[in-house]
C-alpha cells in the first residue's frame, strides 16, 4: 500500500528537518518500486525545483536533498561560530571521519582513499605525478573527458610520452568490440589506460573490468575516470578490477560542491608526484595527496548525510530508477523523423540515466537554445569530435511530467 506524506509524519518539504529522511526506507514499496509515483514524489520533494524551466542537464553537478543542504548549512554556521578552534583542535578528525564513511560506500581501505576536490583534481595526481620516461605511451579513449585528454596532452608536451586512442563506438554491439578498441594498442611501451566508466557525452557504459582483465599481465596501470558512475551504479570499487580510480561526489551522490576522492592501492602510492608539495606524510601514504591547503571542511563532513540519503533509497533502485527515467523518454521519441539516440538507450549493459539526441537540421547548440527559448527545458549542447547531439539527463528530481514534456517539445520540432 502506498503511503501518503502525511501517513509519513506530515508532508516534505524543503525546511523539512534531516530527521524525517528514515521515512524514505520506511516506505512499503509495491511490486515494481522503480515505478511507484507515489514514492518517487517523496523523493523528488527532498529536491528544490528550479523556477520558470525544468532541469534536464543534471549531468553538471546534482543539487543537494534538502536534508544534506540543512547539514551542510549547519555545519558551516558551526564551525564559523567555532572558527580556528575547530580547524586546529577538530578539523582532522573530521577527515577521517569523512574518510571512513567514504571507504565504507565504496568497498575499499581507508588507507587508499585520498580526498581530493574532485575527478579533474585527482587525474591530474596521476597523469601529471607519474613519474614518465620519454617513450612511454599511455591509451586513452576516444571520447574520454576533456581534462583528462589536455592532462595526458600536456604530459606529453612536458616528458614526451606518446597517446594512442581507442576509437569506442557509439553503438557497440559486444564488449568484445569495446576491449579491442583498446588492446589493439598494447605495446611494450604501455603503461597506463586511462578509462572512462560512463562516458559524459552519451552516457555509454564502458566493460571497464573486461578491460582491466584483457591488461592484467602486462604490467601496466588501469585508471578509471568514474566520475559518471559512482553513486549512479551500484557497484564496489574492487568490481571494477582497476588499480586506480577517481570520482566526483557533487554529481550523482548529490553531495555539497566541491567534493571527490582518488583511490589507488598502497603499492601504487609512490609511484606518483603529489599535485601539491607534501613533505608531512611519507610518500607511502596516500594522505600525501592531500596537501590543499586550508579548505571547506564543513562540506566534507555534509558528506555523510548525502550517503545516509543514498542509502535511504538503496543503489540498486536509485540505478534503476534512473535507467527508467532514460527510457522512459527515449522509447517514446526514438521513431521520431530525423531524430536519432547517441547512447545504447536500450542495452541495459552499457547505459545509465543520460542520453544524448540529435535532430537532422539542428546543430546541438540551435536545438538545445529551441528547447530552452521555446519550451523552457534547460539541456546541454555537446559539440565534439565524435559526438554532436544534445545531453538529456534526469536525475532523482525528475518527474514523468517534466519528460513528457521534453518528448511533447522533440515531437513538435520533428513534426512527428
Ligand atoms: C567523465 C567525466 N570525468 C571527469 C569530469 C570532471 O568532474 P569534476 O569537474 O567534478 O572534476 C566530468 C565532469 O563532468 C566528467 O563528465
Known amino acids: 500500500m502506498a503511503l501518503s506524506g502525511t501517513a509519513l509524519g506530515g508532508s516534505i518539504t524543503p525546511s523539512m528537518p534531516a530527521t524525517a529522511l528514515s521515512d524514505l526506507s520506511l516506505y512499503p514499496h509495491g511490486p515494481d518500486p522503480v515505478k511507484d509515483e507515489t514514492y518517487w514524489e517523496l523523493v523528488r520533494n527532498y529536491f528544490p525545483r528550479p523556477e520558470g524551466y525544468i532541469n534536464l ?35 582532522y578528525t573530521a577527515v577521517e571521519n569523512a574518510r571512513h564513511a567514504l571507504s565504507g560506500f565504496l568497498g575499499v581501505g581507508p588507507e587508499e582513499l ?151 592501492k598502497q603499492a601504487h602510492i609512490p609511484k606518483f608526484w603529489p599535485l601539491m608539495a607534501d613533505l608531512d606524510h611519507p610518500e607511502t601514504n596516500i594522505r600525501h595527496f592531500e596537501h590543499q591547503g586550508t579548505k571547506p571542511i564543513h562540506s566534507l563532513i555534509a558528506l555523510g548525510e548525502a550517503i545516509r540519503f543514498h542509502h535511504q533509497i538503496g543503489g540498486t533502485l536509485k540505478q534503476n530508477r534512473l535507467r527508467y527515467l532514460m527510457q522512459y523518454w527515449t522509447t517514446r521519441v526514438e521513431k521520431f523523423p530525423g531524430l536519432s539516440l547517441l547512447n545504447p538507450h536500450t542495452d541495459n549493459a552499457r547505459n545509465c540515466a543520460i542520453a544524448n539526441v540529435r535532430v537532422d537540421g539542428y546543430a546541438p547548440s540551435d536545438l538545445a537554445e529551441k528547447l530552452m527559448n521555446e519550451f523552457q527545458i534547460f539541456t546541454v549542447a555537446i559539440e565534439h569530435r565524435v559526438v554532436n547531439g544534445v545531453r538529456i539527463t534526469p536525475h532523482l528530481s525528475t518527474s514523468l511530467q517534466d519528460l513528457d514534456a521534453l518528448v511533447s517539445a522533440l515531437k513538435g520540432i520533428c513534426g512527428g
Open 57 to 91: 542537464e543534471n549531468g553538471y553537478f546534482s543539487h543537494q536533498p534538502v536534508s544534506t543542504l540543512q547539514k551542510h548549512q549547519e555545519l558551516e554556521q558551526d564551525i564559523n561560530k567555532r572558527n580556528s578552534y575547530f580547524m586546529r583542535r577538530e578539523h
Open 114 to 264: 585520498a580526498l581530493t576536490r574532485n575527478t579533474t583534481e585527482s587525474l591530474n595526481i596521476v597523469i601529471g605525478g607519474y613519474r614518465w620516461k620519454k617513450g612511454d605511451e599511455v591509451i586513452i579513449g576516444n571520447q574520454d573527458y576533456g581534462s583528462m585528454v589536455q592532462a595526458f596532452q600536456q604530459a606529453s608536451a612536458r616528458y614526451g610520452i606518446k597517446i594512442k586512442t581507442a576509437q569506442v563506438p557509439l553503438h557497440p554491439k559486444s564488449d568484445a568490440e569495446v576491449i579491442e578498441a583498446y588492446t589493439r594498442h598494447l605495446g611494450k611501451k604501455t603503461r597506463m589506460v586511462h578509462l572512462t566508466h560512463v562516458i559524459n557525452l552519451t552516457g555509454q557504459v564502458i566493460p571497464v573490468s573486461a578491460i582491466a582483465d584483457a591488461c592484467r599481465t602486462r604490467n601496466v596501470l588501469v585508471v578509471v575516470d568514474a566520475a559518471h558512475s559512482v553513486a549512479q551504479l551500484e557497484f564496489k570499487l574492487p568490481d571494477l578490477k582497476a588499480d586506480i580510480v577517481a570520482g566526483s561526489l557533487h554529481k550523482w551522490m548529490c553531495a555539497p560542491l566541491g567534493l571527490g576522492f582518488l583511490q589507488m
